[in-house]
C-alpha cells in the first residue's frame, strides 16, 4: 500500500509539474525563417503575416521569425517592410506537428505598391524529419479511392491491414485532433471516421516522440475540418453493387445498383455568437453485401431428423446475410471573441446496426445475432495563445462506446426457449446449413472514458522549442454476458431444458466492470540549430488496473485443505519512463540523414487480462477433467518495444523524391500465457508477460511531384516479423492439443515479407481527376497439414499463401450547372476480382483457398464463398460544392 501512495504521489507531482510547463498538442505546423534584403542582411522589424488569418510575427533584430499554432492547411504567406518591396508565397503547406521554413530577401520599393508573388511547391522530401512520417492533407484524400480514416492508413508504408511494421493488431494510438480516441477494452479506435471529416491525417509507422504514449508500432493523428468564414455546404452520393465473375465464388451476382448507398452532407459558416464558426456533417451509410440469404426456415422450425425430414416454415424472402448500416456525424462550433482565444466544442459519432455474414445461417437468416453499436467522441479545447511565442490548449473529452451482439435484447424472451440451439444435419446441405435453432451468443461491451489533456507551447530561444505535458484517463470498462440461455437438469422430469440464467459466478460470470487510471506526463525539447534537428524527450506512464488477484496462486480458490489461505490482494501500481530521440542531418541542400531511437510501452487490452480473471472458478481443479481456459491478469505490466530506426531523403530532381529506412523492433513482455502448478501439482493457464518477438526490415519510397497532369509514388517494404506466438492464448491452445508449448522464434501470422503500393494520378485542377492504387503482397504464413491416415499438421508457419495483386480506382469530371460546382466520379475496388488478399483463408492440405485435397471431408468449406476476398465493386456518385 505504502509503494502504491508513493507511486501516486509521484505520478500527480510530475502531471501538476506538465501543466505548469511548457508543450505542443501534435495538431498544429511552425512556420519558421529570415527575412533579408538583397545583401543578405537580416531585416528587423519586417512583418510575416498568414493572408485570411489573424497570425502573423515581426521578426527579430537578425531577421528571424518564427509563427506557432498553424492549423494544417494550404496558406498565403505575405512579408513586408517599410522602403521595401512586399514579397507573397502562395501555396504554402502547413502540416501537423512540423516546421515549414521560409527564408526570402525584400528588394528595395522602387514602385509603389508593387508585390512579387511566388508559388511553394510541397517539396518533393521532407529533409527535417527524424523518423517515418507519411502526412496525407484533405487534396490528396479527395483524390483517393478511399472513404474512411482506416483505409487511408493502411496504403502507408510498413502497414498490412492494422499491423504497423510487424506488430500486434491493437499497438496503434489513434487521436482525433491530438486526443486518444483507443477504446482501453481492445486498444481500436472508438470511432470511424469518414473522409469528408479529414482535413489531414498523420501516420507515423517509426519511431515517435514522447507526447505520444500507449502504442508500440505507430501513431495516427487524424485532424478534422473546421467550420468556415462564409456560409457553404456541400453533399455527396454514391451507390454501388458487386461485379464479379461467377465461376469460383458461387453466388448469385444479379445486378442491384442500390447494394451500398452513401449519402453526405456538409454545411459550415458563421454561427449567430460573434466571431464563431460552425460545422454541421451527416452521413447515411448503407452496406447489403454481396450474399443472399433465403428464409426457407424459422428459428422455431421442427425437423425430424431421424427421419430427416427438415419442415421448413419460412416465406423464402430474400434478405443480406449480412449488412451494415450506419449513421454518422459530425457538429463542430468555434468561438474566437476572447483575445487570443479560441474556444471550440466537437462531437462526432456513429450508430451502427450490423449482422455479420455467417453461412451457416444462410437459409435460417433471424437465427444469427445482430450487432449493434453506438460511439461518441466529444469535449472541449481551449487555446490560448499568450505571446507570439507562447500559447498553451486544455482538452476535456468523453469516448463513449456501446456494443450488443446478440438475437433478442430481452434474455427472457420466449423465443429462446421455443426455438432452442441452431441445429444442422449432414443429410442437408452437407451439414452446412443451420435449419432450426437461434444462435445463443450473448455480449455485451461498453467503455465510458473521461480523457484531459493540457498543453503549452514555448519557443524559448531561436534553436530550442521545449515541450512537456500530461495527460489523464479513468476508464469505466464493462463486459460481458447479459444473461445465458443453458441446458439444465430438471429436478421432476430427470430431462435436461432450457433456462434463461442472468448469472451464476463464477461459472457464469454476467457483466464485469473495472476502473482502471492511466496518467502520463512528458518534457521534449526540439532543436533547430542551421539545418540540424533533434528532437529528444522522455515520457513517464502510471496505470493502476484498480482490481485484486489472489495472494497464493499455488492455492487460488482455497479448494486445497490444509494449505495456506489466499487472499484477494491488489493489484500493484504500474510506472515506466520512456526515452526517446530522433536526429536528421542535412549532407547536401537536397539530402539528408536521419536517425531515431526510442522505448514504447503499452498496457495490454483490458478486454484480454480482465476476461476470465475471477479465479473462483478453479474450486474444482484439483478433481481434474474440467477446462477453466486461460485466466486473465489483471496484475500484468506493459508491454514494451525498443525500436531502431535510419533513414535517408534526397531529392533526386527537382520533381522525385527517394526516402530510404532501415528498421529493427525488439520487443518484450507481449501478452502471453504461464502454466502455474497448484501444491498438488495440478495445473492451470494464466496470462503474463512472457511472449517476444522482433521485425527487421527496410523501406525504399520514390514521390514523383506532379509534372504536366501526372504524377505518382511507389513505396516497397521488406520485412521479417517473428515471435513465439501471434496470440497471447496461442501457447495454452497448442498444450491442450497436446502440441509442444516451448517458446519457438518463427513468422507470426502476419508476417508479410514483401509490400508494393503504387499510386498513379492525372488531374486538371476544375477539370479532371483520375487515381489508382495497387498493391502487391506476399504471401503470408500458414501451418500445413499432410494426408495420412491421420491428418497432421507440419512446423508451424512453415508454408506460404499465395501472392495477390488489389488495383482500385478513382475517376472524377468537374464541371458547372446553374452556378454549382458539381462533379460526377466513378471508384472501382478490387477491379481484378482478385479471390485472395492479405490473410485470408487457404486449405492447410494444399495453401489454396481454391481446392483442397480432401474434396469429401471439406466439401463444406468449398460451398462457403466467404472463404474469398470482397469481390469487385463498382461506384458511380455526385458531389455537389455550390458557390454561396
Not at 422 to 433: I, K, L, M, V
Not at 469 to 477: F, K, P, R, Y
Not at 763 to 781: D, E, H, K, T
Amino acid at each position: 500500500m505504502f509503494t502504491r501512495i508513493k507511486s501516486f504521489h509521484l505520478a500527480v507531482c510530475l502531471l501538476l509539474f506538465a501543466f505548469c510547463s511548457f508543450t505542443w498538442a501534435g495538431t498544429t505546423g511552425k512556420l519558421a525563417g529570415r527575412v533579408t534584403d538583397k545583401q543578405q542582411q537580416g531585416l528587423p522589424g519586417a512583418n510575416v503575416l498568414l493572408a485570411g488569418t489573424t497570425l502573423g510575427a515581426v521578426t527579430d533584430v537578425d531577421g528571424y521569425y518564427t509563427i506557432l499554432n498553424i492549423p494544417p492547411g494550404t496558406y498565403r504567406v505575405q512579408f513586408s517592410f517599410i522602403g521595401y518591396g512586399t514579397v507573397v508565397v502562395q501555396n504554402v503547406l502547413i502540416t501537423s506537428d512540423n516546421t515549414k521554413t521560409i527564408n526570402t530577401d525584400l528588394a528595395e520599393e522602387i514602385v509603389k505598391g508593387e508585390e512579387v508573388v511566388v508559388v511553394a511547391q510541397r517539396p518533393v522530401v521532407e529533409t527535417n524529419l527524424t523518423s517515418s512520417v507519411a502526412t496525407v492533407t484533405r487534396e490528396d484524400i479527395e483524390k483517393l479511392p478511399v472513404q474512411e480514416l482506416q483505409d487511408v492508413v493502411n496504403l502507408q508504408a510498413g502497414v498490412v491491414e492494422g499491423h504497423v511494421r510487424g506488430g500486434r493488431i491493437g499497438e496503434v494510438q489513434y487521436q482525433i485532433n491530438g486526443v486518444t480516441v483507443n477504446n482501453s477494452f481492445n486498444n481500436s479506435s472508438t470511432i470511424r471516421v469518414d473522409r469528408s471529416l479529414l482535413q489531414e491525417v498523420q501516420v507515423i509507422s517509426g519511431t515517435f516522440d514522447a507526447e505520444y504514449g500507449q502504442a508500440m508500432s505507430g501513431v495516427v493523428n487524424a485532424v478534422l475540418k473546421s467550420g468556415s468564414d462564409r456560409l457553404q455546404w456541400n453533399a455527396e452520393v454514391f451507390a454501388s453493387d458487386y461485379l464479379f465473375s461467377n465461376s469460383k465464388r458461387l453466388v448469385d451476382d444479379r445486378f442491384k445498383p442500390f447494394t451500398q448507398q452513401n449519402y453526405q452532407l456538409s454545411l459550415s459558416g458563421p454561427a449567430f455568437l460573434p466571431q464563431t464558426t460552425f460545422l454541421l456533417n451527416g452521413r447515411r451509410f448503407v452496406d447489403n453485401g454481396y450474399l443472399v440469404a433465403t428464409r426457407r426456415f424459422l428459428p422455431t422450425d421442427v425437423a425430424d431428423f431421424q427421419n430427416k425430414n427438415f419442415n421448413p416454415t419460412g416465406d423464402n424472402a430474400e434478405m443480406p446475410l449480412g449488412f451494415n448500416h450506419e449513421w454518422s456525424g459530425l457538429a463542430k462550433l468555434s468561438n474566437r471573441s476572447l483575445k487570443n482565444v479560441e474556444l471550440s466544442y466537437q462531437a462526432l459519432f456513429n450508430q451502427i446496426e450490423g449482422k455479420r455474414s455467417n453461412f451457416a445461417f444462410r437459409f435460417n437468416p433471424d437465427g444469427a445475432t445482430t450487432q449493434k453499436t453506438f460511439s461518441l467522441v466529444h469535449g472541449v479545447d481551449w487555446t490560448h495563445t499568450v505571446s507570439s511565442r507562447t500559447f498553451y490548449n486544455l482538452n476535456l473529452r468523453q469516448n463513449y462506446f456501446d456494443y450488443d451482439d446478440f438475437v433478442y435484447a430481452d434474455l427472457f424472451d420466449p423465443r429462446y426457449i421455443q426455438a432452442g440451439p441452431p441445429r444442422s444435419d449432414d443429410a442437408y446441405e452437407f451439414g452446412t446449413a443451420v435449419v432450426q435453432g437461434v444462435d445463443f451468443t450473448r455480449f455485451k461491451q461498453r467503455t465510458n472514458s473521461y480523457v484531459a489533456k493540457g498543453a503549452l507551447t514555448s519557443q524559448i530561444t531561436r534553436e530550442h522549442l521545449v515541450k512537456i505535458g500530461a495527460e489523464a484517463q479513468i476508464a469505466e470498462v464493462e463486459f460481458g454476458a447479459p444473461g445465458y440461455i443453458q441446458a439444465v437438469l430438471d429436478t421432476i422430469t430427470g430431462n435436461q431444458v432450457l433456462q434463461a440464467i442472468v448469472a451464476r459466478p463464477p461459472k457464469l460470470p454476467g457483466i464485469s466492470k473495472y476502473k482502471p487510471v492511466t496518467l502520463a506526463a512528458y518534457a521534449q525539447d526540439q532543436l533547430e540549430w542551421k539545418d540540424l534537428i533533434v528532437r529528444a524527450g522522455v515520457r513517464f506512464e502510471y496505470f493502476d488496473a484498480r482490481s485484486t488477484v489472489p495472494s497464493d496462486l499455488q492455492n487460488p480458490a482455497n479448494a486445497i485443505a490444509g494449505a495456506p489461505e489466499s487472499v484477494p490482494k491488489g493489484t500493484t501500481t504500474k510506472t515506466s519512463f520512456a526515452p526517446r530521440l530522433g536526429v536528421s542531418y542535412p549532407i547536401t541542400t537536397t539530402a539528408s540523414v536521419f536517425f531515431a531511437y526510442g522505448h514504447f510501452y503499452q498496457f495490454p487490452a483490458l478486454g484480454q487480462i480482465f476476461n476470465n480473471a475471477d479465479y473462483n472458478i478453479l474450486n474444482e481443479l484439483q478433481a481434474g477433467a474440467v477446462s477453466y481456459g486461460v485466466l486473465g491478469n489483471p496484475d500484468i505490466k506493459p508491454e514494451r518495444t525498443t525500436q531502431y530506426e535510419f533513414g535517408y531523403k534526397q531529392a533526386l530532381t527537382e520533381n522525385l523524391g527517394l526516402d530510404v529506412n532501415m528498421f529493427y523492433k525488439d520487443i518484450r513482455d507481449l501478452l502471453g500465457v504461464e502454466f502455474i502448478s497448484t501444491y498438488t501439482n495440478a495445473e492451470y493457464a494464466r496470462l503474463t508477460n512472457v511472449d517476444f518477438g522482433n521485425v527487421l526490415g527496410f523501406t525504399i519510397a520514390l514521390d514523383q511531384r506532379r509534372v504536366g497532369i501526372f504524377s505518382s509514388s511507389v513505396d516497397y517494404t521488406w520485412q521479417r516479423a517473428q515471435g513465439n506466438s501471434s496470440d497471447p492464448r496461442e501457447t495454452a491452445t497448442r498444450a491442450e492439443a497436446g502440441e509442444d508449448p516451448r517458446p519457438e522464434q518463427l513468422p507470426l501470422n502476419w508476417d508479410q515479407q514483401h509490400t508494393l503500393n503504387a499510386t498513379l494520378g492525372a488531374s486538371r485542377p476544375n477539370n479532371f481527376s483520375l487515381s489508382a492504387i495497387v498493391r502487391y503482397g506476399s504471401g503470408q504464413p500458414y501451418t500445413p497439414s499432410v494426408l495420412s491416415f491421420l491428418v497432421s499438421n507440419l512446423e508451424r508457419n512453415s508454408g506460404r499463401k499465395p501472392s495477390f495483386v488489389l488495383i482500385d480506382l478513382r475517376a472524377e469530371k468537374f464541371f458547372k450547372l446553374a452556378g454549382m460546382n458539381l462533379s460526377l466520379f466513378a471508384r472501382g475496388f478490387n477491379l481484378l476480382d482478385a479471390r485472395f488478399a492479405f490473410s485470408g483463408f487457404v486449405f492447410s492440405n494444399t495453401g489454396s483457398p481454391d481446392y483442397s485435397l480432401n474434396p469429401a471431408g471439406d466439401r463444406g468449406t468449398l460451398l462457403n464463398p466467404l472463404r474469398y476476398y470482397a469481390p469487385r465493386r463498382v461506384e458511380v456518385g455526385l458531389t455537389i460544392n455550390p458557390s454561396l
